[in-house]
């Protein structure tokens, strides 16, 4: 029989998940990562309960501190937006999952994301809830390793089979939240591990257009309060060393180059420009076409057929080549100005 680590979360998606991958014929391994939720952990001892499979737990409280809060924390401070699941996802959860598949004598590994992966190869899910931007740094290692079984499906078809099934977390909300925030609350989050910035001028063209209580507040492609001049202001660029966000109309976010650095590759890294699409954020927004041009030190420079809003740095620039994920980088400042 095969065998498969599942990160079993105690979420709707990962349980459903087992199911799909016993029913395809695995044996399947339930890995639940704590990081001291109770109802979380108690949820997903009662799925695998529910379905007859053995559940490792283990603390990976340390790990994530080092390769994701502590990351996530300063790059907020230096006025960038990141976003700690493309972070955890190789360095934390995709490397627990492998380590344990592994010790088991090289099993697969399964998340309940909502992508495909074949053939060595990421590709993106259901237009509806496609995750596989999320997964744009993981490593070819893992990805050779991987199943996503919910890869074809949506969400409320996840659902629809999680209620026929009666798994036991059929109707648990979804999670909005960052799983170490789970108040949502990241400046006070912030404010408990370090100074925070302090107030600052929003500015346009050179001149104060109003006040702003500090720079982590705020995102490139955000919208200020008010009206100025008749028009409704977004953040262009955030200036920690001066506590100065530029702002301006809607039609100044769009750009039309993009750099990204360490750029992680999911297929064999190119060593001439590369023809596909961009996706700077996760949303349902589609990609624009673009070129991609790999740098020696491996950034990657892409210049966009079509503009894209407000690339904020500490984001993900993410390239398809059609549905296959090629690979992301992080938007660096300064995108084409």
């Given at each position: 029989?095969?065998?498969?680590?599942?990160?079993?979360?105690?979420?709707?998606?990962?349980?459903?998940?087992?199911?799909?991958?016993?029913?395809?014929?695995?044996?399947?391994?339930?890995?639940?990562?704590?990081?001291?939720?109770?109802?979380?952990?108690?949820?997903?001892?009662?799925?695998?309960?529910?379905?007859?499979?053995?559940?490792?737990?283990?603390?990976?409280?340390?790990?994530?501190?080092?390769?994701?809060?502590?990351?996530?924390?300063?790059?907020?401070?230096?006025?960038?937006?990141?976003?700690?699941?493309?972070?955890?996802?190789?360095?934390?959860?995709?490397?627990?999952?492998?380590?344990?598949?592994?010790?088991?004598?090289?099993?697969?590994?399964?998340?309940?994301?909502?992508?495909?992966?074949?053939?060595?190869?990421?590709?993106?899910?259901?237009?509806?809830?496609?995750?596989?931007?999320?997964?744009?740094?993981?490593?070819?290692?893992?990805?050779?390793?991987?199943?996503?079984?919910?890869?074809?499906?949506?969400?409320?078809?996840?659902?629809?089979?999680?209620?026929?099934?009666?798994?036991?977390?059929?109707?648990?909300?979804?999670?909005?939240?960052?799983?170490?925030?789970?108040?949502?609350?990241?400046?006070?989050w912030l404010s408990r591990r370090a100074p925070l910035p302090g107030p600052g001028d929003f500015v346009r063209a050179g001149a104060v257009v109003g006040?702003?209580?500090?720079?982590?507040?705020?995102?490139?492609?955000?919208?200020?309060?008010?009206?100025?001049?008749?028009?409704?202001?977004?953040?262009?660029?955030?200036?920690?060393?001066?506590?100065?966000?530029?702002?301006?109309?809607?039609?100044?976010?769009?750009?039309?180059?993009?750099?990204?650095?360490?750029?992680?590759?999911?297929?064999?890294?190119?060593?001439?420009?590369?023809?596909?699409?961009?996706?700077?954020?996760?949303?349902?927004?589609?990609?624009?076409?673009?070129?991609?041009?790999?740098?020696?030190?491996?950034?990657?420079?892409?210049?966009?057929?079509?503009?894209?809003?407000?690339?904020?740095?500490?984001?993900?620039?993410?390239?398809?080549?059609?549905?296959?994920v090629l690979g992301g980088g992080t938007i660096l400042p300064g995108n084409g100005e």
């Open positions: 029989m095969k065998e498969v680590v599942l990160g079993l979360s105690g979420g709707v998606d990962s349980a459903v998940s087992a199911c799909l991958l016993r029913d395809a014929g695995y044996r399947v391994h339930g890995l639940y990562l704590d990081i001291g939720t109770p109802t979380a952990r108690a949820d997903a001892c009662a799925v695998a309960d529910a379905l007859g499979i053995d559940l490792r737990v283990e603390d990976i409280s340390d790990a994530l501190e080092r390769a994701v809060c502590a990351p996530f924390a300063a790059s907020y401070l230096r006025g960038e937006t990141p976003n700690p699941c493309i972070l955890c996802n190789p360095a934390v959860k995709f490397k627990a999952l492998l380590a344990y598949a592994d010790a088991l004598g090289g099993a697969a590994i399964a998340t309940g994301h909502y992508a495909a992966a074949r053939d060595g190869g990421l590709y993106r899910g259901r237009p509806a809830n496609d995750q596989s931007y999320m997964l744009c740094r993981i490593t070819r290692q893992q990805l050779a390793r991987l199943v996503l079984p919910l890869g074809g499906m949506e969400k409320r078809e996840t659902r629809a089979l999680a209620a026929q099934l009666a798994l036991p977390v059929a109707q648990k909300p979804d999670s909005m939240e960052i799983c170490f925030i789970p108040d949502n609350d990241y400046c006070a006040r702003h209580a500090g720079i982590h507040r705020w995102t490139v492609g955000q919208r200020i309060p008010g009206v100025y001049d008749g028009e409704k202001l977004y953040v262009r660029a955030i200036y920690p060393e001066t506590a100065q966000i530029e702002v301006c109309p809607d039609a100044e976010l769009w750009r039309g180059e993009v750099w990204a650095a360490d750029f992680n590759w999911l297929v064999e890294a190119p060593d001439a420009p590369v023809r596909c699409s961009i996706k700077v954020r996760h949303s349902k927004t589609s990609e624009a076409p673009c070129t991609a041009y790999p740098q020696p030190d491996g950034s990657v420079h892409i210049v966009c057929e079509a503009p894209v809003r407000a690339p904020a740095p500490g984001q993900s620039a993410v390239l398809y080549d059609g549905a296959r």
